[in-house]
């Protein structure tokens, strides 16, 4: 499975951003897709997720009430919808994919949130 993410850029304090996540290969065997990000100097932080199927979502507490993901109709592209951005929103978010058929995760290489007080 190949993740592809997108819509990450510099964008004000109070804004919004939509990022995009396109899986390709054996999207099929995926459970569920969500967004993780990382802040300079801090670990990594789980922000959302979506099944693939069922359409059941969860949200990190930093970020609830502010963010929506939700995904296409095949499944295969999952969006995160950031409102009321702040400057603690300033990460590198990666997309996550998650496999029960193998037992594994799937990471894509991050797009760059940056927000500017």
């Known amino acids: 499975v190949q993740l592809q993410a997108s819509g990450g850029g510099l964008v004000q304090a109070g804004g919004s951003l939509r990022l995009s996540c396109t899986a390709s290969g054996r999207t099929s065997s995926t459970n569920v897709m969500g967004w993780f990000r990382q802040a300079p100097g801090k670990g990594r932080e789980f922000v959302a997720a979506?099944?693939?199927?069922?359409?059941?979502?969860i949200y990190g507490d930093s970020v609830q009430g502010r963010v929506t993901i939700s995904r296409d109709n095949a499944g295969n592209t999952v969006y995160l919808q950031m409102n009321g951005l702040k400057p603690e929103d300033t990460a590198v978010y990666y997309c996550?994919?998650?496999?029960?058929?193998?037992?594994?995760?799937?990471w894509g290489r991050g797009t760059q949130v940056t927000v500017s007080s």
């Open positions: 979506l099944s693939r199927t069922g359409g059941s979502t």
């Open positions: 996550n994919a998650w496999a029960a058929l193998y037992g594994r995760d799937y």
